[in-house]
């Protein structure tokens, strides 16, 4: 576990929630984007972004990932599959198991979305100067980098 810095204060803490809250709440807002709209696209995108990484993950392997029941994750996929973004396919070796494999419109569909959120992120850092920028990447960097040691057992 991180251990807890004594300059930390609950009251930042605090405030660096709230407001990273206002900012996605106002950037939502003004992109017309309701919370339902956010839910279902945030988990369409990362259940097609592992789908595409996998390469060839039966549906358990999707809903166990994502810690989901089998039954939300074949409705969940049965929507993508609808829109024509991921296709189902049988296990060669058994039958009963069911392979999803993104589709080129599923691709295409990823790259939209990058590019749509690459753009709210332009025009939300265009508000501040570069070299605030700079200072927000590089702590985003230390906690990554510490996250990822913690995650590793503090090697």
Known sequence: MLTNSPSVQA?????????TRQIFRILNKRN???????????????????????KNASMGEIAEHF???LSSMTQLIGRLAKSGFV?????????????????????????????????KFR?????VPASDLRTLLRIHREIVQKLVIEERGGI
Do not use: H
């Open 11 to 19: 009251s930042d803490i605090n405030e660096l929630m709230a407001t």
């Open 32 to 54: 017309g984007v309701s919370l339902e709209d956010r839910v279902a696209t945030i988990l369409q995108r990362e259940v097609l972004r592992y789908i595409e990484e996998s």
């Open 67 to 69: 810690r989901m029941s």
């Open 87 to 119: 296709a189902r396919r049988n296990d060669a070796n058994d039958r009963r198991i069911v392979r999803i494999a993104i589709t080129d419109k599923g691709r295409q569909e990823m790259v939209r979305l990058a590019e749509k959120r690459r753009e």
């Open 123 to 127: 025009k939300m850092f265009s508000l």
